[in-house]
């Protein structure tokens, strides 16, 4: 099985700043087909279903806000937040879809400084 | 615009089986090139995929639940099913029902239900 490791568990951004989680994975998840990296970011509240942030590890999501941006290939992603609003405190999870079962971080909690 | 809605009892008694629907609306189980997928999250935990079935085919599932789980769909009703076998307090959770297109990524999910294993 995948694992994929988040770092950090939890890092508080002031309001206006940049924030970055990576996500690294124990193998590949570089689809040799068509050179896509099998990989979801998703953003999760309290109370609500995790919405869909990112896919392919840099394509984002219709109606995703665009200071949200994926990076990365292979086993090592990032998760950019650029001008953090207080909405985007939340709980971030990265998911890989290129080998069942299809495995989630650890989860990254994104809180106000 | 697909929408989904979990369904199903919140309280279970334990080495009772778990059984949740998710109905879909605003478009169709079949035909397509769609992952009905489910997802749970235990309090205080994180996610964990469950399984999926591609279209209406066949399931694969996540080894941690040893065989106790099946996921089926029904084009006649528009709903895809869970059942978990022999149940215990480690399988209360929210759950959650989700859909992908190809390699699209868990788009569209519903609100998720809480299951309680409890007697």
């Known amino acids: 099985d995948i694992v994929l490791t988040q770092s950090p568990d939890s890092l508080a951004v002031s309001l206006g700043q940049r924030a970055a989680i990576k996500c690294k994975s124990s193998?590949?998840?570089?689809?040799?087909?068509?050179?896509?990296?099998?990989l979801a970011w998703f953003q999760h509240k309290p109370g609500q279903a995790p919405k869909l942030l990112i896919y392919r590890a840099s394509a984002r999501e219709s109606g995703v806000p665009d200071r949200f941006s994926g990076s990365g290939s292979g086993t090592e992603f990032t998760l950019t937040i650029n001008n953090l609003q207080a909405e985007d405190v939340a709980v971030y999870y990265c998911q890989q879809y290129y080998s069942p079962p299809h495995s989630f971080g650890q989860g990254t909690k994104v809180e106000l400084k | 615009q697909v929408q989904l809605q979990e369904s199903g009892p919140g309280l279970v008694k334990p080495s009772q089986t778990l059984s949740l629907t998710c109905t879909v609306s605003g478009g169709s189980l079949s035909p397509g090139s769609y992952f009905w997928t489910w997802i749970r999250q235990p309090a205080g935990k994180g996610l964990e995929w469950i399984g999926h079935?591609?279209?209406?085919?066949?399931?694969t599932y996540n080894p941690s639940l040893k065989g106790r789980i099946s996921i089926s769909g029904d084009t006649s009703k528009n709903q895809f099913s869970l059942t978990l076998d022999s149940v215990t307090a480690a399988d209360t959770a929210v759950y959650y029902c989700a859909s992908q297109w190809l390699a699209d990524g868990l788009s569209t999910w519903g609100p998720g239900t809480v299951v309680i294993v409890s007697s």
């Open positions: 193998q590949t998840i570089l689809h040799s087909s068509n050179n896509k990296n099998y």
């Open positions: 079935i591609f279209n209406t085919g066949s399931g």
